[in-house]
């Protein structure tokens, strides 16, 4: 079946801009996950969603970070007023209902000028 | 701070050979741990989930989970170039929603 899809698969904005993030999970995929990989950096959790439940925005490094979820499955990371710290690239994943094996997306390279 | 430490360099294996990683993880409690391959310039794979004490085999991998001591290892048997690859290790801490990950290890198998 079809795997964890994002969009875009690149993106390059200047300082300053905002920029979207778009992630569509596996169906039948209630919780879903971003996470952020920077060069020579592991994987970073940044925020979760499961169900209708209010998401664990733990993760988040600054408020300039948000994602929603609507529909119980389409979600939006947003970045507000881009620095160059932000580059890395997000990865998007999803897991099934009761299980904890999450499954990643192809993840979305984002480039900060 | 919860962590997981993957501390091993870069790991240069013959074609043919077993490659051993190894992961180490600081919360007692914890309850899920898993495997993950990354390709350069590839999102993670899951190649192996594994809950309870004991060995895991499925195909040419083994993971060997061992809670009283808190490691989890990954066995790559007959390892083939194709398998040459960054291999990330995940926990999932009790009482989270989330995964933590090692900062991987880099596999290179050598024809």
């Known amino acids: 079946g079809a795997g964890v899809s994002q969009s875009p698969s690149n993106k390059v904005t200047e300082k300053g801009k905002d920029v979207e993030l778009r992630c569509d999970p596996i169906?039948?995929?209630?919780?879903l996950y971003w996470y952020r990989q920077s060069l020579g950096q592991g994987l970073e959790f940044l925020i979760y969603?499961?169900?209708?439940?209010?998401?664990?925005k733990s993760g988040l490094p600054s408020d300039r970070f948000s994602a929603e979820r609507t529909g119980g499955s389409v979600s939006t990371l947003t970045i507000q007023r881009t620095q160059q710290e932000d580059s890395a690239v997000y990865l998007c994943?999803?897991?099934?209902?009761?299980?904890?094996?999450?499954?990643f997306g192809p993840g979305t390279r984002l480039t900060v000028t | 701070q919860k962590e997981v430490e993957q501390n091993s360099g870069p790991l240069s294996v013959p074609e043919g050979a077993i490659a051993s990683l190894n992961c180490t993880y600081s919360?007692?409690?914890?309850?899920?741990f898993f495997w993950y391959r990354q390709y350069s310039g590839k999102s993670p794979e899951l190649i192996m989930s594994?809950?309870?004490?004991g060995d895991k085999e499925d195909g040419r991998f083994t993971a060997q989970l061992n809670k009283a001591s808190q490691y989890v290892s990954l066995l790559i048997r007959d390892s083939q170039p194709s398998d040459s690859a960054t291999y990330l290790c995940?926990?999932?801490?009790?009482?989270?929603?989330?995964?933590?990950f090692g900062k991987g290890n880099q596999v290179v198998v050598i024809p």
């Open positions: 994943a999803s897991s099934y209902p009761g299980r904890d094996e999450q499954y």
């Open positions: 169906s039948g995929h209630t919780a």
């Open positions: 969603f499961q169900g209708n439940s209010a998401p664990d």
């Open positions: 919360d007692r409690g914890s309850q899920s």
């Open positions: 594994i809950y309870s004490n």
């Open positions: 995940a926990v999932n801490f009790y009482g989270n929603n989330r995964l933590a």
